[in-house]
């Protein structure tokens, strides 16, 4: 069965048609061009397919579609309409990431943990990003540049 559904994508409205059990990360990438998450594991375990809805880390590939009516979803495409963000900045400046296939979701967890909690500790930064894998990395300079973020909004008072 097909459904209409609306909800803000990245700050515009979109309405796509969709089937009852059609996954957003599928509706996302083939329907909408929003190619940032990623298909990883397709089971929730890997959350290379995370985006924010209403400002909640979701995995995609295990979200129906017709879950996002009405509410605002943000993929990586989202956050960079002035740039790169501070947590990007620190991914680059600490090389946080090999082949890059992670990265999105990642940027996606650490931006819903700084924006709760603007200067997490090492421990709630490793808790918050422990449901992203990646196979690359060893995870070391992804909490070295969460950490330097931490920091840094520390110093500003955030
Ligand atoms: S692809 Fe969604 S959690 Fe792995
Ligand atoms: S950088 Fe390759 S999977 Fe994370």
Redesign the pocket.
Known sequence: MNHTVKFNLNGSPVEVQVKSNEKL?DVLRDKLGVTSP????????????TVLIDGLSV????TFAVEVEGKNVVSLEGLQADGPTKIQKAFIKNNAFQCGFCAPGFVMSATELIEKNPSPTEEEIRHALAGNLCRCTGYKNIVDAMNEVSQENKEEGR
């Open positions: 990360l990623k298909f990883g594991c397709g089971v929730g375990e890997c959350g290379a397919c995995r995609s590939c295990i």
